[in-house]
């Protein structure tokens, strides 16, 4: 059974930034694709960003420029360094694993494995 872990949350001020981690068990990266969704209150989940194994990223245009995906195939960790976030950015951000045929797909369907959450909140 894969387990995914974030960390990395927390509270900032508008423009500020925040490095979400996930780290996973049982899982090995060759062959899948991570991805970060959010969910913020009333919402649905969206997603956010993607990195394939092989490096592949993938944004969605209301983070592009702003948020950057990386990964430790050594640590089996990916790293999502936001940066200049604003108040929309306030959410629970779920990290998200399947194979790597899904990367690029915001649908949560698609995704077999999930992170438990962690909040990032915004504010002015």
């Known amino acids: 059974q894969v387990r995914l872990v974030e960390s990395g949350g927390g509270s900032v001020q508008t423009g500020g930034s925040l490095r979400l981690s996930c780290s996973a068990s049982?899982?090995?990266?060759?062959?899948?694709?991570r991805s970060w969704f959010r969910q913020a209150p009333g919402k649905e989940r969206e997603g956010v960003s993607a990195?394939?194994?092989?490096?592949?990223?993938y944004y969605v245009d209301s983070v592009r420029g702003r948020f950057t995906i990386s990964q430790d195939v050594g640590k089996n960790t990916v790293y999502l360094q936001m940066n200049s976030l604003r108040s929309e950015d306030t959410a629970l951000y779920y990290c998200?694993?399947?194979?790597?045929?899904?990367?690029?797909?915001?649908?949560?369907?698609?995704?077999?494995?999930w992170g438990q959450g962690i909040q990032v909140t915004v504010s002015s």
């Open positions: 998200a694993e399947d194979r790597w045929t899904t990367c690029g797909s915001w649908s949560v369907a698609d995704f077999q494995y």
């Open positions: 049982n899982s090995y990266t060759s062959g899948k694709c």
């Open positions: 990195i394939r194994f092989d490096g592949p990223t």
